[in-house]
């Protein structure tokens, strides 16, 4: 399914600066596309900057399996451009541009992009993050078709498979664990020669017949035609390379929270998630985050539409309290 940026002829011009909006929004994953529906909603005439992935990371999964009310499944793409139609239907416009600058000193806020500077009386970023990758020949190739980042969403493909999960810490075992419900064999792949998981996970990993390690190895290519059927490994020790026959490739060495812009502006936590709390309000009043961004433990595509929404309503509340007002001291 095809997406439009449902922004016609009004895209703005190099350096144009954008009156005021009630409500920008940053992203158009789920987190982004759900507040843009409920901004829209409360009539707050939302502008969605998309960036480059109209449906952002969930929109690269083949089929998403558990999503309520899609019993069948659901493409990632197709769900997202549903997320986009449903929330254009009622006012929301996407822009394809990415913010590449911020000023949250002033209010209302300034968000540069590639083309534009647009200023916003309250701002939601759902910017999401970024999946380390292994930077592999392959890798990019097969993604969807045997790599995956994520087998809650994946796992399920690959019943009756053996799969290869590469990461030491608790993500990983986390996840390889997740995988023993569907795979014959699950092997972890590990740079070093411990885990970095705790105790308690690492016990219940060993302690799995599924579950196998290879220490000090890493993978230097996935191959395949159609879909992985094999990973090329290296010993870091001898440096003897062999190849291993597998279904699957599960890369779990972290994610990048997309925050840059707001170091030094907003808080974070060491690793760069924007802190945040039950009504996805940021340490700036009248910014707001939601998804992946400001969520490193669930990633999942309804949780973060869920956050989009609370964030959506309590920016909606947060404009109802600041209406008529000009100059915003605590944003200052």
């Known amino acids: 399914m095809e997406f439009s940026t449902g922004a016609g002829d009004k895209v703005p011009k190099e350096g144009t600066r954008v009156a005021p909006l009630d409500i920008l929004v940053l992203g158009s994953g789920p987190a982004g596309l759900a507040a843009a529906l409920y901004a829209a909603r409360a009539d707050r005439a939302p502008l969605v900057l998309s960036g480059q992935e109209l449906g952002g990371q969930a929109s690269l999964t083949n089929t998403i399996e558990n999503y309520p009310g899609f019993p069948e499944g659901v493409g990632g793409a197709e769900l997202a451009a549903l997320f986009q139609k449903q929330a254009e239907r009622f006012g929301a416009r996407i822009e394809m541009d990415s913010a590449t600058g911020a ?97 308690i996970l690492l016990e219940r990993a060993k302690q799995n017949p599924k579950v196998s390690f290879l220490y000090d190895n890493v993978v230097d290519s996935i191959h395949g035609d159609a879909a992985v059927d094999e990973v090329l490994l290296r010993d870091l020790r001898t440096g003897q390379r062999t190849m291993l026959k597998t279904q699957g490739v599960f890369i779990f060495i972290g994610h990048d929270p997309n925050s840059d812009i707001f170091r030094g502006q907003l808080e974070m936590d060491p690793r760069g998630y924007l802190t945040v709390d039950s009504h996805m309000r940021t340490s700036v009043p009248g910014v707001f985050a939601a998804g992946e961004i400001a969520d490193p433990v669930f990633r999942q595509v309804v949780t973060s539409s869920g956050a989009g929404v609370v964030a959506a309503i309590a920016a909606e509340h947060w404009l109802a309290e600041h209406e008529g007002e000009t100059v915003l001291a605590r944003a200052a």
């Open 103 to 199: 000023d949250l000193r002033s209010w209302p806020f300034r968000i540069k992009t590639y083309s534009a500077e647009y200023l916003t009386r309250a701002l939601i970023i759902a910017t999401g993050a970024t999946p380390r990758k292994l930077a592999v020949p392959g890798e990019q190739e097969l993604v969807g078709r045997g790599v995956s980042y994520c087998a809650t969403c994946d796992g399920w493909f690959f019943k009756g498979k053996e799969v290869v999960v590469v990461g030491g810490g608790d993500s990983a075992l986390e996840e390889g664990l997740f995988l023993t419900r569907y795979a014959t064999r699950v092997t972890i792949v590990h740079r070093r020669k411990e885990l970095r998981a705790g105790k």
